[in-house]
Nanobody, 123 residues
Framework: QVQLVESGGGSVQAGASLRLSCAAS????????LGWFRQAPGKDRLFVAA????????YYADSVKGRFTISRDNAKNTVYLTMNRLKPEDTAVYYCAVGRRWGTMYPNDFGYWGQGTQVTFSS
């Protein structure tokens, strides 16, 4: 059974950086896509970034392009989301997810989800 465990969330200020981690277990992920989504209070869950577990190719939502970087460590079965120049609108619960469809940004295309980690903006 696939298990995804996120960590690294916290309270940040404008311009700060933060790195989220997602530890994956339960299967071999070589043919999968690992993605990050986020959900602000009262809003839909939105795509942030995704990476191919085998080749390392990645794609991003326009709202985070140039500020966020997704990466993976195959040896640790861990995917990271490095977030730079954080803005108040980045406040959300961040989820990692696993799917098999490359290029998609739809949550329904990802079949496995972690429990989420909160990123909060402080003034």
């Amino acid at each position: 059974q696939v298990q995804l465990v996120e960590s690294g969330g916290g309270s940040v200020q404008a311009g700060a950086s933060l790195r989220l981690s997602c530890a994956a277990s339960g299967r071999t992920f070589s043919s999968y896509v690992l993605g990050w989504f986020r959900q602000a209070p009262g809003k839909d869950r939105l795509f942030v970034a995704a990476i191919s577990w085998s080749g390392g190719s990645e794609y991003y939502a326009d709202s985070v392009k140039g500020r966020f970087t997704i990466s993976r460590d195959n040896a640790k079965n861990t995917v990271y989301l490095t977030m730079n120049r954080l803005k108040p609108e980045d406040t959300a619960v961040y989820y990692c997810a696993v799917g098999r469809r490359w290029g998609t940004m739809y949550p329904n295309d990802f079949g496995y989800w972690g429990q989420g980690t909160q990123v909060t903006f402080s003034s």
